[in-house]
Nanobody, 127 residues
């Protein structure tokens, strides 16, 4: 069982930056992928970004492309989400998640594919 702990959320003005961190309780080099999701009040959980562990291939939802960057630190078992040019619509609770090793293709944009979740960290962007 992998335990994930997010940190780095907070209040920031529009146009500002934040870096979220997701620390794993054990080596995460064997997972299929790590992802970041977000959920604003009254909305469904939304895919933000993902990174495949084997290839480091990344995916982003269109609304964050060019502004957010997902990265990993294998040695520290940490995944980051660097967020820049933040907008009020980025306000949400951000969750880190992991997919256990899989054979075959996995839709990393679907939250249902993830079987380990962190508790979330709140990001508030003021206008």
């Amino acid at each position: 069982q992998v335990q994930l702990v997010e940190s780095g959320g907070g209040l920031v003005q529009a146009g500002g930056s934040l870096r979220l961190s997701c620390a794993a309780s054990r080596r995460i080099s064997s997972v299929y992928a790590m992802g970041w999701f977000r959920q604003a009040p009254g909305t469904e959980r939304e895919f933000v970004a993902s990174i495949l562990w084997s290839t480091a291939n990344t995916e982003y939802t269109d609304s964050v492309k060019g502004r957010f960057t997902i990265s990993r630190d294998n040695a520290q078992n940490v995944v980051y989400l660097q967020m820049s040019s933040l907008k009020p619509e980025d306000t949400a609770v951000y969750y880190c998640a992991a997919i256990s090793p899989q054979s075959g293709w996995v839709n990393v944009r679907s939250w249902r594919m993830y079987d380990h979740w962190g508790q979330g960290t709140r990001v508030t962007v003021s206008s």
